[in-house]
């Protein structure tokens, strides 16, 4: 049977006769205590922490990309946290070090392949925050789609259709995505997704141009490839920008894109048109 008596009046009669009062029921304690604990866990925005991924490796410096400095930070301690990023690289600049203990970290799910390229994806980077960190701004390839007779992702279908609805016409492609050893001549960078070669037949030097700066408007790293730079045919050469299925070499080449080269091995001053760089994710929030 419940007794009547109330947590007061317990308390009173214990008081009185001389023996510890029970606990006062704490009915918002440990759950305030939890959703304060929640909300102090810091943001990590995986837009800023992919870009980061892939332009901080390219520089000569370790200057930081712009706001990314504390999701990286979050990353990166949460990597020391499991032993595979030492002391010494928590420090907000996502290079070589870095990749390489996300890739390790990457393995430890068990993933391969493009799955563990050092990029963060958005279930590997929320396994790492959990009880440490929320992720903000999530990003992702999307599903394989083909086009022109090859396959892409679907993350860059749609930017190479708002490419065209700019451009006034169809683009077509001479090499998709997820091509790996397909044509040597590429260097590895068609081996995962976000990478096209665009086709120029009957393109005047202008509309080449043109094209390059609409597929830049809407966030690829995009060049005019001619046969002097090496052993292809003239074509359009594209990345794209935070594609998380970028193969090693094709993150190089996006990094050096945003540091003002020409994605080519030489690492030459860019040739393209000058456009605001943007990934398709600001294009789309029209920032």
Not at 74 to 95: I, M, S
Request: include cysteine; aromatic fraction near 6%; charged fraction near 15%.
């Amino acid at each position: 049977m419940r007794h009547p008596w109330s947590v007061v009046g317990l308390t009173a009669l214990c008081v009185a006769v001389g023996i510890p009062a029970p606990a006062r029921a704490a009915t918002s304690g440990p759950p305030a205590q939890r959703t304060a604990t929640a909300a102090a866990r810091p943001v990590v925005d995986m837009e800023a922490t992919v870009l980061a991924a892939q332009i901080d490796p390219r520089r000569a410096d370790h200057t930081l990309t712009p706001g990314a400095k504390n999701s990286v930070l979050a990353v990166e301690q949460a990597l020391q946290n499991r032993n595979l990023l030492d002391a010494q690289w928590v420090d907000g600049y996502f290079g070589t070090e870095t990749v390489a203990a996300y890739a390790a970290y990457q393995r430890s799910l068990g993933y391969t392949g493009l799955a563990a390229n050092g990029l963060p994806g958005t279930t590997s980077l929320t396994k790492l925050g959990q009880n440490r960190y929320t992720v903000g701004n999530p990003i992702g390839p999307g599903a394989k789609v083909p086009r022109d007779g090859y396959v892409v992702d679907a993350r860059t279908q749609a930017m190479l259709a708002e490419a065209q609805r700019l451009l006034g016409s169809a683009l077509v492609l001479e090499q998709g995505s997820y091509n790996p050893g397909g044509d040597p001549t590429s260097a590895g960078t068609h081996d995962g997704g976000g990478v096209v070669d665009v086709s120029v037949a009957g393109m005047t030097s202008a509309r080449r141009t043109t094209v390059v700066r609409a597929l830049r408007q809407v966030g690829f790293a995009a060049w005019v490839r001619d046969p002097s730079q090496g052993d292809w045919p003239w074509h359009i050469h594209a990345a794209a920008i935070n594609d998380t299925d970028l193969s090693s070499q094709a993150q190089h080449q996006v990094g050096d894109y945003h540091l003002g080269m020409n994605g080519l091995a030489n690492r030459g001053p860019d040739d393209g048109p000058q456009v605001p760089i943007k990934t398709w994710e600001q294009y789309q929030r029209g920032q």
